[in-house]
Structures are given as C-alpha cells and as structure tokens.
C-alpha cells in the first residue's frame, strides 16, 4: 500500500540524493574533500520539509500537534535507526578496532537517547576530523541527534506560536519567531568560527567564547539550528528567488555556489563558520528555483536521483559501519571503502522497503509510537551487555583506574583510593614514575601484597623522574620526591621511558636518574629499579577479533627474542649505567615477554600489549613475581 505525500518535490527528493552521495563518497575515502557539506544540505532540506508539511496542515484546518508531529517523527527515524544501532552494536567487538570499540558501543547507547552529538562533544578529546574519532563505527549519528533535538525545538516553538495566534496561520509570525533564534544561532556559529581562527571580536567576550572550542561549533544544535532555520523560512516566502531575478542567473548562482563549496572547504577549513553560507546558500537556491530546468532538471529529477533520494536515510545510516568494518577485511586497500559504501546500499535498501515504508505516514496507535520511542533504547541497552563481553583485557590499569596518575605532590590526599592497605604490615612500597611505571600497578600491588607490604601507587605520565638543575639533589629540589619521603616507604619501584627529550647541560638522562637513585639511598629506602622496554612494537588497540582470528593483524605473533633484546639493549645499558654507585636492583621483564627464542604479542588468546610502548593490563598481572623477587631482595640485604 502506498502513501501519499502531498508535500512530496521530485527536486527535492533529487537534491537529498545529492547530498547523501556527497556524505557517501567523503567518508569512503574518494575525492570529494567537500563531502560533510552534504550534512548541512540534509540540515536546510529538513528544515525545508517539515515546514513545508505543517504549514500545508495549518492552511486547512489551522492546527498544530505538538505529540501528533512527534510521533511522526518517531514512526519516520526510530525504527530504521533502532535496527543500525543493534547491528552495528553487536559486529563492533568482531571487525571494529580494539581502540574503537569501546567507543562504538558508547555512541550507540547515546545515539539511541537522540544524545551522540552530546556524547561526542563532551566525553571525546578528539575532533570529528581526527583519525582516532573515524574509527567510531557510529560516529555519524552525531548528524542525526542534532536533527532529533532540532524537531523537539521545532515542535515546541510552533506549539507556543499557534497558540497565541489563537490557531491562526500566520506566516509572518511564524517567521519572525524562528528569525530570532536562527540568527542568534548564526552569529554564534561566526563568532565562534573567528574565535578559533584567532580572532576574537565583541561578541566572543559577550558570550566568554573563548572557553568554548571548535567542537560546541560542530557538534552542538546551537550553532547548527540557523541552518534548519534557513530551510523554514524558504518553506515559509511564497517567492524565494525572486531577488535573483531570470532563471539563468539563479542557475549561475547554484554553480558558483557548488564550485564554491567544492574548492574552498575541506578538513582544514574552520567548520561550521562564515563559510558554511555556501552549502547553505546552494541548497536554498537548489530548493528555491523550483520548477528548474536544464542540467539541473536533468540531473536531480533522472530516475538514478530519485532512487537514490527515497533511499538517502537508510543509506546514510548503513554506509559508515560498512566503510569502518571494511578495513579487517580488507587492511590497507583504498578501494575496499568504496566498494563497502557501495554495498551497504543492499541494506538501505532493504531497510527502506521492509522498514521505512512500512511506518512512514501511517497512524498507528499511540501506544507503539511510545513502544518505537523507546525501541533505540531498549535495543541498545541490550547490544551494549552483549557486545561489550568479547574484549576487556586492554582496560585501563590501577593507576589511571583510580586517579593515582597525576603529578600531584600529596600522596597522603589520594592515600584512599591509591594505597591498599593490610591489617598488619611488614611495611611500606610505592610505585612511583612515569605511565611505563603505571604499566605495573596491578603486578605491583599482588607483589606488595605477597611480601606484606602496604602499597601505594604515586604515577605521573608523561613526567621523568629525574633530578633537575642540582648537581646534587637534596630535600626542597622536588616537591613529589620530599612528598614520597614523608610517606616512609621501605622500598621504593621506578619505572619510565627514556625518551624525553632533554636539556643535556643539566647532565645526561643516566646521570639525572642516578641523583634521584642516590637520593633515596640517602634516606635509608631501598630502590627497584624496572627495565619495562621490551615493547614488540606492535598496536593491538587497531587490531579486531576478526583481523586477529585470521592473522592479519599478528605479524609480528613469533617476534624473535633477538629483536626484542636488540630493541631494549641500549635502555637497558642506560639503567646499568644510571645504577653506578647506587644501591639499587634491576629487575628486567623480558623474559616475561619473551620464551628461549621467539616473544608473543599474545599469551592464552589475551593481549600481551595494550599498545606499542606499553603492556596490557593482563601482563601487569604476570609482572608480580618478578617484581616480588626484585623488593624481596633489596628487603633482605637491608
């Protein structure tokens, strides 16, 4: 059975074909340096659309729904929506990275609370346009859940409108209201597109911009919503190009407009900003010119285009799982995005004739439009517990875990959740270092336990623990130092990387190490000292279950114990050296790591590797005995 839709444009249909190929082929990896402009084109075509709908609705019996415009909305997203989010949810442990994973699953349950963008913009440190973020299976959601609280704000608005028009249809009051906030939307979206160019201006310390970043410009409804305001307005003008005059100078205007777009904006380009007025401005022209004719006619209106166009939601929604999980398949080939983009269109389809069509414009009783609300949530509460069992062995470790990784002084603040503590302790050890000594947290704390030892864990990642200026450190030269004396540890375990860069006229990074070796020694504590480098040199974090159970992402799974102790010599030789004249054990771990030959990146199906410069939380755990044999020592010759 078929459904009507009055408000149905061939040309617009064409013009959403349009703009989800610019998507497609941007995150497939083709020429099209554009493409994410294809978002703001879906913005002002919503816009566009839905306006164009209620106002249809208001001119023939002058009333506005706020739960009745809802439920279509729901009956329209959800269910199609519900469905990606359970697939996507449940392949990403097998063919999305270890790294993403976690985030995958994330974004779903947000996704499925009409929140990704929220998600995205507040609990992710990275950009959309970083390569960490493009590994998020379901990073283009974001899209969709501005979309979602723009409807909400949309029916709300209209709502308060309608009803103090007392149910009259009032075009100029309905335009003015949405002119409020759309243009206060767009200066906020220039003014802050400037500020992160640099160039901050009146209104950015008006609204104190300059606490505000690049992703509340990108990610948030408040600098969108003028995008979607543009299309209301359009929908609302009775004439919308008549201010270019001749159809052939409005068909000029839409080439330098695409041409525009195309050439000026790309990943570099501070996005959205002044310059997102080109998409906008092309597809308000696209939608405005209407009933066009030549190319464009040709084009946007051919059979392929309206294909494409009924298609365009179920396929956005399927394409960038399929381009993410292309690459264990196929690592390293281009062309594999492509094709997989190409094929998720079996999917759309699928999902448009079986699911779409099947709830698009049809009334259906309240009560399973409540039930389809809920839906995404349900399904993704449920795929979140399935799909989050299969990998955790790459969690993070104790110190971190607990906030013990800081380069604060005051361990006795953070005693509570850094220190485990035993009823009758033979003593005191504390991990101290930088994130190759909390690499060893877990190993440390079962060590400590073993021998009786209450255990502390002070980390400071990314920070050495070397002596500075002085020739000679003393108490007062280092604050985490004299903070780590005032505990009164009996054994202290070091662990860090010697690859900060360091100012040499200061002395060498062994002789820096020995001054804080021989500042320990001088207040009676004993000193484990961990070579920690025996790094395979191998990322499992983008390595998947399926790239793992066909190999393709172990080559390196029969590493030979030579290359292993070829890689760690020279650290190992920089220890030795820093351990002249101190008194001090050197544990090292790679016979951990390594077996009379060969060195696994993988010990009992588990990672031995949580990425190419640090072990997994599962070795932390195999490091305890040797760690218990190196404080054992030192303890016994005291």
């Given at each position: ?108 349950l947000f996704s499925s609370l009409s929140a990704a963008n929220v998600y995205l913009y507040r609990f992710r440190p990275d950009g959309y346009f970083e390569s960490k973020e493009k590994t998020n299976a379901l990073l283009h959601l974001w899209s969709l859940a501005i979309e979602e609280q723009f409807y909400l704000g949309f029916a709300l608005i209209l709502s308060v409108v309608v009803l103090v028009a007392r149910r009259r249809n009032n075009r100029p009051r309905i335009a003015t209201t949405f002119m409020v906030p759309g243009g206060l939307s767009f200066v906020l979206c220039v003014t802050l597109g ?280 003393t108490k007062g030269d280092d604050p985490f130092l004299d903070a780590i004396i005032k505990e009164d540890p009996d054994v202290v375990v070091i662990a860090q990387s010697k690859d900060y860069p360091l100012d040499e006229t200061t002395g060498t990074w062994e002789q820096r190490f020995r001054q804080v070796l021989l500042f320990f020694q001088r207040e009676g504590i004993e000193v484990v000292v961990v070579n920690s480098s025996a790094i395979a040199g191998i990322e499992p974090r983008e390595c998947s279950v399926f790239s793992v159970a066909v190999k393709r992402c172990e080559s390196d799974t029969l ?80």
């Amino acid at each position: 059975m078929s459904v009507t839709r009055p408000e149905f444009r061939t040309d617009v249909q064409g013009i959403r074909a349009l703009a989800v190929l610019l998507v497609v082929l941007y995150h497939a990896g083709a020429i099209v340096p554009a493409g994410f402009i294809g978002v703001d084109m879906f913005f002002v075509i919503s816009g566009f659309v839905i306006m164009l709908t209620v106002q249809r609705r208001l001119e023939s019996d002058r009333t506005f729904s706020f739960s009745e415009f809802l439920g279509r909305r729901i009956r329209r997203l959800f269910p199609a929506l519900s469905l990606v989010i359970a697939t996507t949810m449940l392949l990403a442990p097998w063919f999305g990275t270890i790294s993403s994973r976690t985030q995958t699953l994330r974004t779903g349950l947000f996704s499925s609370l009409s929140a990704a963008n929220v998600y995205l913009y507040r609990f992710r440190p990275d950009g959309y346009f970083e390569s960490k973020e493009k590994t998020n299976a379901l990073l283009h959601l974001w899209s969709l859940a501005i979309e979602e609280q723009f409807y909400l704000g949309f029916a709300l608005i209209l709502s308060v409108v309608v009803l103090v028009a007392r149910r009259r249809n009032n075009r100029p009051r309905i335009a003015t209201t949405f002119m409020v906030p759309g243009g206060l939307s767009f200066v906020l979206c220039v003014t802050l597109g400037y500020q992160n160019l640099g160039v901050p201006g009146p209104v950015s310390r008006v609204i104190g911009a300059d606490s505000l970043d690049s992703d509340f410009n990108f990610y948030l409804p408040l600098t969108r919503a003028w995008e979607f305001v543009a299309g209301i307005l359009l929908a609302l003008a009775k004439r919308p190009t008549t201010f270019l005059g001749r159809s052939r100078a409005r068909q000029i205007a839409v080439v330098v407009l695409l041409v525009g777009s195309i050439s000026q904006i790309n990943e570099s380009t501070t996005f959205p900003s002044l310059v997102t007025l080109l998409p906008v401005g092309l597809t308000v022209l696209l939608i405005g010119q209407s009933p066009m004719g030549g190319v464009w006619k040709l084009l946007l209106e051919s059979r392929i285009m309206q294909w494409i166009g009924d298609r365009s939601y179920s396929w956005y929604l399927w394409h960038w799982p399929f381009v993410q999980f292309a690459d264990p398949l196929f690592p390293g080939n281009k062309g594999a995005s492509l094709v997989a983009a190409a094929i998720s269109l079996v999917p759309a389809h699928l999902s448009f004739t079986f699911i779409e069509s099947r709830f698009r414009g049809r009334k259906i009783p309240t009560i399973r439009t409540v039930g389809l609300g809920i839906l995404p949530v349900c399904v993704a509460i449920a795929s979140f517990f399935v799909a989050a069992s299969p990998v955790g062995e790459l969690d993070v470790h104790l110190d971190a875990e607990k906030g013990c990784e800081s380069g604060e002084p005051m361990l006795v603040r953070r005693d509570s959740r850094c220190t485990v503590r035993l009823e009758s302790p033979n003593g005191r050890a504390i991990l101290v270092g930088d994130s190759h000594a909390g690499q060893l947290s877990e190993g440390f704390v079962a060590a400590a336990g073993s021998l009786g030892l209450d255990a502390t864990i002070a980390t400071r990642a990314g920070k050495p623990l070397l002596a500075g200026n002085k020739s000679f450190l003393t108490k007062g030269d280092d604050p985490f130092l004299d903070a780590i004396i005032k505990e009164d540890p009996d054994v202290v375990v070091i662990a860090q990387s010697k690859d900060y860069p360091l100012d040499e006229t200061t002395g060498t990074w062994e002789q820096r190490f020995r001054q804080v070796l021989l500042f320990f020694q001088r207040e009676g504590i004993e000193v484990v000292v961990v070579n920690s480098s025996a790094i395979a040199g191998i990322e499992p974090r983008e390595c998947s279950v399926f790239s793992v159970a066909v190999k393709r992402c172990e080559s390196d799974t029969l590493v030979e114990r030579t290359q292993v102790e070829a890689r760690v010599s020279a650290s190992f030789t920089m220890e030795l050296e820093a351990l002249q004249g101190a008194d001090a054990e050197l544990v090292n771990l790679v016979n951990l790591f390594c077996g009379n030959e060969f060195c696994p990146t993988r010990r009992e199906n588990r990672w031995m590797w949580r990425d190419s410069s640090h072990m997994s939380r599962y070795a932390s755990e195999l490091t305890a005995p040797y760690l218990e044999a190196g404080m054992k020592k030192v303890l016994a010759e005291n």
